[in-house]
């Protein structure tokens, strides 16, 4: 059995670290009514953060309904699945039970199309405790963070990690000096898993631990982007660098982009000509690899981008957070635009009972007017969330103040019907029309 799984702490007293953190939690679970607010509970993996909620929901015999990022956490699921479990009493007969939605900063995309706006609903009329866990606290929508109390769970240091790591040599029989569980410990950066998982690894079917049998383990763990990155910048051996970028699984085409988006913190204006330079150079040998299919060439292009950046930066370390390469959090955004309005259009269409060609070509213009005119009527009547309100008024502040505005309200029966919104578009339509042909007389005459 996995060691991490096994040894997960049953009891919040057996948490390591965050001790302030799950002294919150249990105060929010034991006063908790209907009208308490969910707990988010955000940090960097293995710190904890699910392993503290079934241990609150244990401590408190309360059962739990979780549903995590593996799941299709479409609308229809989250109505079904928690939807129903927040406003029922348990079966088995527990006090309550624990609605747990992992990985919410996760919603994006068609699956989750409407799973946000079905977690909101959810949280407004639930009768049961509900905890939300994500990673990164500004991936989740706007809308759902204000609607949480949010909790941070900080990076677990590594004298905290030292004592559960050697009460598991302890139980498993396995001998390990102190030195060695303080190498473990340092090198997860806080993350309690890891540093379970790294001393699973290095005792696997032994007794007796070893520096050999460490430095083994450590040899064996892959290298990523971000390693060799830093390398690059600080100007390790050519050698070094090169049999780095052979561990890791990026193609040298993806190297060469994560260096073309680092080379601007450099700050000194020869030092980046001097590394887009090189990096033009290996995207020559790219374009042929590309081209004729002749990957031999990728080991050139391979070694030009990477010395040559190195050696242009010259030793400066850069200090500011190594991130993907801009071009590629634009292509994302445009992917995500298009499917959000591809999604919007299709509920529009199964809505209205118009195709989508002839409502994209024919009414969106005059219905982008008509809910900019009157947005909270169009959001009532379409069922709108923030992203899909942005989509028509182009202006995401006054969409987020809107939906805010209309979530304190609470829910409001729409007093028109969807087909006086086609009316109206119609009308609009037909006035453009008219306007259009004046002018042309104008012209004419």
Known sequence: MDWAEKYRPEHLKDVIGNTQTLGQMLSWARNWTPRSKPLLLYGKPGTGKTSSAHALARDMKWEVVELNASDQRTKALLEKVAG??????????????????????????????????????????????????????????????????????RAVQSRSILPRLKFICSSEGVRCSEKILKEISEASGGDVRAAISMLSAVAMGEKEVSEADLEISMKDERATIFDLVSRVFRSEPDEELLRTAMDIVESPDDI????????????????????????????????????????????????????????????????????????????????????????LLKKLSERLHIPPDELRNEYLTSLSLLVEADPERFVLEFALDTEELNLFIHDRKKATEIMKRMSERGPVVAGAKAGSAVGDAEEEKRTRRGKQARQKQTTLF
């Not at 479990?85 to 919410?104: F, K, N, P, Q, Y």
């Open 84 to 153: 129903s479990s927040s406003t029922t009493a348990s079966i088995s007969g527990a006090a309550r039970h624990l609605i747990l939605l992992d990985e919410v900063d996760n919603l994006h995309g068609t699956a989750d199309r409407g799973g946000a706006k079905a977690l909101l609903e959810i949280i407004r009329r639930s009768a049961q405790p509900i905890i939300l866990i994500a990673n990164n606290l500004q991936g989740v929508p706007s809308e759902l963070r204000m609607q949480c109390e949010p909790i941070v769970f």
């Open 256 to 343: 060469q982009q994560w260096l073309e988006g680092s080379i601007p913190h450099l700050q000194d204006g020869e030092a980046i000509s001097a590394g887009y330079r090189a990096l033009s150079k290996a995207d020559l040998f790219t374009g042929r690899v590309l081209r004729r299919q002749y990957y031999t060439l990728w080991r050139y292009a391979q070694a030009i981008s990477l010395v040559g950046v190195s050696a242009a930066a010259g030793g400066r370390v850069i200090h500011e957070r190594i991130m993907p390469p801009p071009r590629w959090h634009r292509m994302s955004t445009l992917r995500r635009q298009k499917a959000l309005r591809n999604a």
